[in-house]
């Protein structure tokens, strides 16, 4: 089994930053594979980035150059770190991780950009 719980989401204005964070616990040396996915309102969830356990990294297009996935292996904690923000990155954002065959999906945190 493992938990993951996000935190960091909030409101900020076109431009600015955010970090978001995603917290592991319990298993956590029988994970494979994490990554972020956001859900905007009226939308399917889509993937954001992901990060292997060799610390391979993928980015969704929309995101490239802006987001960038780190983890800090000693603290168990993943990050999306998320600059020059826009308004259509406003969403839930979700953090997963997992252990084949089974995902373990967070609680999510809102990301809300808007002047």
């Known amino acids: 089994q493992v938990q993951v719980v996000e935190s960091g989401g909030g409101l900020v204005q076109p431009g600015e930053s955010l970090r978001l964070s995603c917290a592991a616990s319990g298993s956590i040396f029988s994970i494979y594979f994490m990554g972020w996915y956001r859900q905007a309102p009226g939308k399917q969830r889509e993937l954001v980035s992901t990060?292997?356990?060799?610390?391979?990294?993928t980015y969704a297009e929309s995101v490239k150059g802006r987001f960038t996935i780190s983890r800090d292996t000693n603290k168990n904690t993943m990050y999306l770190q998320m600059n020059s923000l826009k308004p259509e990155d406003t969403a839930v954002y979700y953090c997963?991780?997992?252990?084949?065959?089974?995902?373990?999906w967070g609680q999510g945190t809102q990301v809300t950009v808007s002047s």
């Open positions: 997963h991780a997992d252990v084949p065959p089974m995902r373990y």
């Open positions: 990060i292997a356990r060799d610390g391979t990294t």
